[in-house]
Structures are given as structure tokens and as C-alpha cells.
């Protein structure tokens, strides 16, 4: 039989506005952490730690305490949280059992929002279940019962096409082209952080969302209530960092290829950028520009005058970004020093070798913060001293040869413990040199990102994806998702990464499709690893790894190169938009690509739209992703007025029209009336077939 326990019985402090519970060899702290949101912590037989994994340290907040006979009433702006606590007389063990539960409400209108995990009568179930592991580490686990009706964005990038997130059950671990950023938005009106770096897994059923963690040394999460999703993402982006202002090089075109293999070669193509008229904000020197793997330097016969052609490429312009990988090959200058200071991850088991690409080699652990320093000291000596100050963080999972996360120990600690804070610390590792040095305008290139990794100047591409459909419709969602996991600086390989064949026709229309999807992304960047391959001899016979086909806006035959290169104009002409809509992202927390329901939340059809998606409040994009389709279907939501950027025609929110899509146009529709000079721009020389399919003005059929 559950009594409530006498006021004085609670084993529950207050302390301001922070509350905490002792019992079962338990002890549960929540407290206020921003304006509209506290933070969980548990452990047992112990004191919750004050991990800064990513969370900073919260503003003040009006909170107040309201003290019951079986518990208490945190309320924090918008959110309300019941602690309850229970005991009852266990027959089965013969003594008294106490427990603490937890319910988090609107405070505005009273709504549940989500509660821990109800015991079950007889079921006996635990919200927070902490099993202990050898070695002192904890198990966990942690239940809540949701609305079943919820829709559930953000957990960062997994390459799949589900955007409502309800039903699915999703790794919390890094993989190549995978970024688990454990933050999601429920429709419901509250934000949800799992504030804990191990590897485990986020299962979001329709009966309850569990969180695990395999390794752990306590519960610690963090939960915000909002009536809007773009309050929700604000108050997230206060809670763990906002992204700094994008530096004007990242509003522009980047060009890459897997790899231009000397400086002649990458001088080259920046010329013939000049001399066409075509806009180039940052041209890349790939990966094995260096001697050996973990050297972090150039390789003087291919690249002898760096600090020449970083020269004339400013004159032009256009600035270079390097590849910087965090292995350290066993042939390394730099191998020996590093594993005699204990700098380099550790395998548990086995031979101590991560990865063999090119050799066998380790990865630099970078969650300490000797090496750290160590890492930027070097990286300013060899390639800051030339002016360069964007960088290629690659391999920033890491991406071990084997995915076996309980092999590999960091100075923080076991890999399963606190494995996917690691690209947040390689972000770090850059951002702080960088700005230690006096440098303002921090950008790099990242594979991979955890929660926080945004204050650090993180761009994130989405890895190592193929070169098809598939892969193109799933960037559109995973862009979404990202933004609203805090990560405003999103990218991907135009044109996929792997097999794209230059000579193949179908392929020149896919790069169309992806390149029209690219100019409208947060940075629009130009990559992958074509074919046909070149290989690459140095001057004494030795190989050295081969070049991918050429990757140029030139290099897919004429047709292809006509709407290529009207996009990416039309993306310089955009640079004074996608300069507002960075300042957004930097000073408000707004994701800069976002999904319909963003900025519609009380439209319900904006919430299933998985191919279509917003860059700031005023474009609406709605990529081909389908080989052979010449039109689309294109859902304008309610509660605005939308002109179609190809024929000028305006229509009504709240309804489904279907427009051309030749291959040289990507649909585009402008909001209220914005950014009217760009009608017409999207269309180029098929504007006037637009209009003529529909057999009016409007440009566009309404079906719904």
C-alpha cells in the first residue's frame, strides 16, 4: 500500500530554487537552467557531478519552490515540474521502499509535456534504472511516457529519410556520414537534451522514449518548454552555445574535389574560376597534401611555395582551406612524441592501431587538452604562418576501422563512457587557438558534431554519402533535423561523395539536382570523389594516392555547365540574405535551413513535409530529388502568401500546387512578397514554359 510520507519525511532539501532527493541509495538533483528549463541529474550512493559536457553554465532565472506533504513544485518561466515522492511497505523484501517521480508540465496552460516512467502497480517499474558495471561505471536507463500523438525533430544526422522521429529507434554513437547530437523538439511544446556523451541508444515509441546510456557515471538530461519551436531552439541555444556570426567566406561558393594533388594543379582551377567570372569564396587542398599522415604540413614537392599561392589566391579573392586529420600514422614525424606523452587514443585490447587508410595509424585524443594545444601549435606553425585560417576537420567521428566503441580509452575517459563528446573537442581544439590568436571569424569543416559543437564554429557536412537519389533526398531531411539540433551550419558533397562518373549523363543530372539543392543550403560547397581515378607518382616513382576525375563546374559538358553556372550566381546575389539569416542563427539561435513547421507550427500539414524546406523565413526550396521528373508538387503553407520565384504568380497558403521543373529550375517561392528581385532568376531561360504548362499566369496548378 503507497502512503504519502509526513512533510518532514521526504528526504527532500531545498536549497533556492535547487531540489534534491536522497533515497534507495539514490540522490536526484533538479534545478533551474535557463528561463524556461531545469536539469536532471541521479546517481547512487554519491553526489551528481558538474559536468560541462555541453551545457553552459545557466542565467539567472525567475524560479520559484512550492513545498507539498508529498513533495514539491519547481516552476521555471514556462515549465513546471512535480517531484512526488511515494513510499509503500515492499512484501516481497520486508521494508520500506521510497521513490521519487517526476512530471514536467506547461506552466501557461497546465498541459503535460512528458513524466518519468510510472512504477505500474505490480509491474514495479524504475523511470531511472542504474545498474552498476565493473569498474564503478553505471548502466543506464531512463523511461518517460510522452504524448503518442507527438511529432519529434533534431538528433542530428542519420541517413534516412524519417522526418517526424516518432517510432524510430536511433544510435547514440558517431559514424562516418552519422552525427548523433542527442537534442529533440517534440510538437508537444518541449525540448529535450540528453546531456551525456556515451554510446548508447534513443528509442522514441509510441508506449514510452527510453534513453540508454552503456556507460555512464549518472542520469543527467536537461528539459525546456516553449510555445513555439523557434522559442525552444532560443532557449537551446542559450542553454549549450550559439554559433558565431558566419564569416563572409562562408556565404559564398566553395570548390573541392577528393583531391587537387599540388599546388599547380589547385592554382589552376582557381585561375580559370577568374578568368570565367565565377564566384569563389574558399578553394580546398585535400587530404595527403602531406609527407605522411599525422605530419600537418605540406609536402614540399608538390606544394613548394605555399605562402605563394596562398598570396595569389588572395589576390583573386579566394582563401584556402586544408585538410587537417586527426590520425597520426606510425610513420609520422610526429608518432613518437605523441605516444611517449600519452597524447593519442589507447586501445583497450589488441594491437593499438584505429585505422589503416594509407598505413596503420591512431587517432589523436583530442578530449586532452595538452594535445589539444598540441594540435593548433602545430597546425599554426605549418599552416597558419601562410594566412590560412579555414580549416578541413576531417575524420572527426572518429571513424575507427572497427566500430567497436568499448576498444578505445580517452584522457576523459573509457570511449563508451564519453566517446561522442570527441568532435566537439576537435572543434575546440581549432576554435580556441584560433581565437587565442586574435582570429574573429572562425568557420571549419567538420564530418561530425555533438551538442555544442556550434559555439565552436562547426560546419558540418554530412559524410561520405553515394552519388544517387536516394542519398540527395535524404540531406533534405537530415538538414532539417540538424538545425534543430542546434548545428545552423550544415553542408553536404554536391553530387554525393562516392562513384559519380563526370562522363555519365545520368550523373550530370543528378549534380544538377543536388547543385540547384546546394545553392539554397547554408554553404554551398562542391565535392566528391569521381571518376575516372588519376594516379599520382611523386618524382622519384613512389605512388602517392591517386586523384578523383575532375570535379570543376566545367567538367560535366555544356548543358550541364549552362545551369551550374547561373546557380552559382544566383547564389552570390543571395549573399545579403544568407548574411541575415546567418545573424539570425548567430544572435537568436534559428536554425538557417529548417523544416516547414519551423516557422508554421499551427499549420498541421507543415509538420510532414519531408522535402521541402526553408533557408530563413522568407525562401521556401523544394528540391528534385527524382531521376527523370520535369515537375513537382509543392506544398505552400498557411498563414502566408507565396510567389513563385520562376513566373512571379502568387498563391495562397494552406494549398498543394504543382509546377515545371525543367532541368535547369529548381522551385523556388518567396514569402509575403520578400526578396522580389529574385522572380525570375530561378527560371533563367525557361521561364516562359512555366507558365505556359498551367495555360495561365499562375505558373502553377493548385491541387489541395
Given at each position: 500500500m503507497t502512503t504519502p510520507p509526513v512533510p518532514g519525511d521526504l528526504s527532500l532539501q531545498v536549497d533556492g530554487a535547487r531540489l534534491t532527493w536522497r533515497g534507495e541509495g539514490e540522490t536526484l538533483v533538479v534545478e533551474p537552467w535557463g528561463a524556461d528549463a531545469v536539469r536532471v541529474r541521479s546517481t547512487l550512493q554519491g553526489d551528481v557531478e558538474d559536468a560541462d559536457w555541453a551545457l553552459l553554465a545557466p542565467a539567472a532565472s525567475d524560479a520559484r519552490v512550492e513545498t507539498r506533504a508529498d513533495g514539491a513544485t519547481l516552476t521555471v518561466g514556462r515549465l513546471r515540474v512535480e517531484l512526488t515522492v511515494a513510499a509503500w511497505f515492499h512484501e516481497i523484501v520486508g521494508y520500506e521502499v521510497t521513490r521519487c517521480d517526476l512530471a514536467f508540465y506547461d506552466a501557461v496552460d497546465g498541459r503535460p509535456l512528458l513524466r518519468e516512467q510510472d512504477r505500474g502497480g505490480s509491474l514495479n517499474l524504475t523511470a531511472r534504472r542504474l545498474r552498476p558495471r565493473l569498474g564503478g561505471d553505471l548502466e543506464l536507463t531512463a523511461s518517460f511516457e510522452t504524448p503518442a500523438d507527438e511529432k519529434l525533430y533534431g538528433m542530428g544526422l542519420y541517413q534516412q529519410d524519417l522526418l517526424d522521429l516518432k517510432g524510430s529507434t536511433l544510435e547514440l554513437a558517431h559514424r562516418n556520414s552519422q552525427a548523433s547530437v542527442p537534442f529533440v523538439l517534440s510538437s508537444a511544446g518541449y525540448g529535450f537534451l540528453w546531456h551525456n556523451p556515451a554510446v548508447g541508444r534513443a528509442t522514441f515509441g509510441r508506449n514510452r522514449t527510453e534513453w540508454t546510456a552503456e556507460s555512464t557515471r549518472q542520469l543527467d538530461y536537461w528539459v525546456t518548454a516553449g510555445d513555439s519551436p523557434a522559442a525552444i531552439t532560443r532557449a537551446y541555444a542559450d542553454a549549450t552555445g550559439h554559433a558565431p556570426m558566419m564569416p563572409e567566406r562562408g556565404l559564398g561558393f566553395w570548390q573541392c574535389k577528393l583531391r587537387y594533388t599540388s599546388q599547380d594543379e589547385l592554382l589552376a582551377v582557381a585561375r580559370e574560376h577568374t578568368r570565367r567570372?565565377?564566384?569563389l569564396d574558399v578553394i580546398v587542398a585535400d587530404f595527403f597534401h602531406w609527407p605522411r599522415m599525422g605530419d600537418f604540413r605540406f609536402d614540399e614537392e608538390f606544394w613548394p611555395d605555399p605562402q605563394a599561392m596562398v598570396d595569389e589566391l588572395a589576390e583573386m579573392g579566394v582563401e584556402l582551406m586544408v585538410s587537417v586529420w586527426p590520425q597520426i600514422a606510425t610513420t609520422s614525424e610526429n608518432y613518437s612524441h605523441l605516444r611517449r606523452n600519452n597524447l593519442l587514443v589507447r586501445a583497450e585490447r589488441g594491437p593499438d592501431v584505429h585505422m589503416a587508410f594509407q598505413g596503420p595509424s591512431a587517432f589523436l585524443d583530442v578530449t586532452n587538452p595538452e594535445a589539444r594545444r598540441w594540435l593548433w601549435d602545430t597546425c599554426r606553425e605549418n599552416y597558419g604562418r601562410y594566412g590560412i585560417r579555414t580549416f578541413w576537420l576531417d575524420e572527426a567521428e572518429p571513424e575507427y576501422g572497427v566500430y567497436d566503441f568499448d576498444n578505445y580509452r580517452y584522457h576523459a575517459g573509457p570511449n563508451v563512457r564519453v566517446g561522442n563528446v570527441y568532435p566537439q573537442h576537435y572543434a575546440r581544439a581549432?576554435?580556441?587557438?584560433?581565437?587565442?590568436?586574435?582570429?574573429?571569424?572562425?568557420?571549419?569543416?567538420?564530418?561530425?558534431?555533438?551538442?555544442?559543437?556550434?559555439?565552436?564554429?562547426?560546419?558540418?557536412?554530412?559524410?561520405?554519402?553515394s552519388s544517387t537519389f536516394t542519398d540527395l533526398r535524404r540531406q533534405v531531411v537530415a538538414g532539417i533535423h540538424?538545425?534543430?539540433?542546434?548545428?545552423?551550419?550544415?553542408?553536404?558533397?554536391?553530387?554525393?561523395?562516392?562513384?559519380?562518373?563526370?562522363?555519365?549523363?545520368?550523373?550530370?543530372?543528378?549534380?544538377?539536382?543536388?547543385?540547384?539543392?546546394?545553392?539554397?543550403?547554408?554553404?554551398?560547397r562542391l565535392h566528391g570523389d569521381r571518376l575516372p581515378y588519376r594516379e599520382v607518382t611523386a618524382a622519384d616513382g613512389s605512388p602517392r594516392l591517386r586523384s578523383g576525375g575532375p570535379n570543376e563546374l566545367w567538367s560535366f559538358g555544356e548543358e550541364v555547365y549552362a545551369v551550374l553556372e547561373r546557380y552559382v550566381h544566383l547564389r552570390e546575389d543571395l549573399r545579403g540574405y544568407v548574411r541575415e539569416v546567418m545573424r539570425t542563427a548567430h544572435a537568436d539561435g534559428q536554425p538557417a535551413m529548417r523544416g516547414l513547421f519551423h516557422d508554421f507550427p499551427h499549420d498541421p500539414a507543415c509538420w510532414d513535409v519531408a522535402d521541402q524546406f526553408l533557408l530563413g523565413r522568407d525562401l521556401l526550396v523544394a528540391p528534385v530529388l527524382e531521376a527523370g521528373a520535369r515537375e513537382?508538387?509543392?506544398?505552400?503553407?498557411?498563414?502566408?502568401?507565396?510567389?513563385?520565384?520562376?513566373?512571379?504568380?502568387?498563391?495562397?497558403?494552406?494549398?498543394?500546387?504543382?509546377?515545371?521543373?525543367?532541368?535547369?529550375?529548381?522551385?523556388?517561392?518567396?514569402?509575403?512578397?520578400?526578396?522580389?528581385?529574385?522572380?525570375?532568376?530561378?527560371?533563367g531561360r525557361t521561364a516562359g514554359r512555366t507558365a505556359g504548362r498551367s495555360g495561365s499566369v499562375t505558373g502553377g496548378t493548385p491541387v489541395g
Open positions: 567570372g565565377l564566384p581549432f576554435a580556441e587557438g584560433q581565437r587565442a590568436d586574435g582570429e574573429t571569424d572562425v568557420v571549419n569543416l567538420l564530418r561530425c558534431a555533438w551538442a555544442g559543437s556550434q559555439r565552436y564554429g562547426a560546419l558540418v557536412w554530412s559524410g561520405d554519402i540538424m538545425g534543430v539540433a542546434g548545428i545552423p551550419w550544415f553542408t553536404t558533397d554536391i553530387g554525393g561523395f562516392h562513384d559519380g562518373d563526370a562522363t555519365d549523363p545520368d550523373f550530370g543530372e543528378l549534380l544538377v539536382r543536388w547543385f540547384q539543392f546546394g545553392a539554397f543550403c547554408p554553404v554551398m513537382r508538387a509543392v506544398y505552400l503553407p498557411a498563414g502566408a502568401r507565396w510567389t513563385d520565384a520562376a513566373s512571379g504568380a502568387v498563391h495562397d497558403g494552406g494549398t498543394t500546387v504543382v509546377v515545371d521543373a525543367p532541368l535547369d529550375v529548381v522551385p523556388v517561392f518567396l514569402r509575403d512578397g520578400a526578396l522580389g528581385d529574385l522572380v525570375g532568376r530561378t527560371a
